[in-house]
């Protein structure tokens, strides 16, 4: 598994764009990049995925740098309800079929 | 159903006391997870199951640990002589075509287990 390093916690203000970074810098070149969040109380919910193009769907935007040692994941407009526990996860097929997950960050998105 | 549905959502035990935890996948999906989150912890995997392949049980932390999948759909996870270090959420998810590359998985509410 390609280790993963995100900060443990960011605030962002409500209405503004949240930018989630993720270290993932012995990622191999099969190996996926996904985003989970996790609402207190919650089961995780699924955000996106990639592999080395930019991602863009209804919830979020994933940048993937060029050598694909990082990512960033972006909230255009983060709502108080966009306040969670962010994982990003990197995985190879060869590995299985289990995603593992971190610690993630910790986003509070105030007011 | 419209989710992944578990239950019971919340069980109290006694130490040495067994458990069994229940999880309904997504109609269609062929593989299902189970992963454990204790209080203030990242999730754990526990087991795999997809379609008739034998299962991934990597993550089960002991013996006392087992699940099955009946009929490919609903899955049951046995705790047996409970102890006090299995208190956790008990998350189970699904997947429609088994695969993390080709979907995402879709968890539940969790099974939320305290034992006395």
């Known amino acids: 598994d390609a280790k993963t390093t995100q900060p443990p916690s960011m605030d962002c203000a409500e209405g503004r764009a949240a930018n989630l970074p993720c270290n993932h810098s012995t990622i191999s070149g099969n190996e996926y990049v996904y985003w989970y969040r996790q609402i207190h109380s919650q089961g995780p919910q699924y955000i996106i995925h990639?592999?080395?193009n930019n991602e863009t769907n209804e919830m979020a935007s994933l940048i993937i740098t060029e050598d694909r040692k990082s990512s960033t994941l972006i909230l255009p407009h983060a709502t108080l309800r966009d306040t969670a526990v962010y994982y990003c996860i990197v995985r190879g097929m060869e590995y299985g079929n289990k995603l593992v997950f971190g610690a993630g960050t910790i986003l509070r998105v105030k007011s | 159903g419209a989710g992944v549905s578990q239950s019971p959502s919340n069980k109290v035990t006694e130490k040495g006391k067994d458990v069994e935890l229940r999880c309904d996948p997504i109609s269609g999906h062929t593989a299902l997870y189970w992963y454990r989150q204790s209080l203030g912890q990242g999730l754990e995997f526990l087991i795999y199951f997809q379609g008739n392949s034998a299962p991934d049980k990597s993550g089960l932390p002991s013996d006392r640990f087992s699940a099955e999948r009946t009929g490919g759909s609903v899955s049951t996870l046995t705790i047996q002589r409970t102890q006090q270090e299995d208190s956790a959420v008990y998350l189970c998810?699904?997947?429609?075509?088994?695969?993390?590359?080709?979907?995402?998985?879709?968890f539940g509410e969790g099974s939320r287990l305290t034992v006395l």
């Open positions: 990639g592999l080395k």
């Open positions: 998810a699904s997947s429609f075509l088994g695969t993390i590359f080709d979907g995402e998985l879709f």
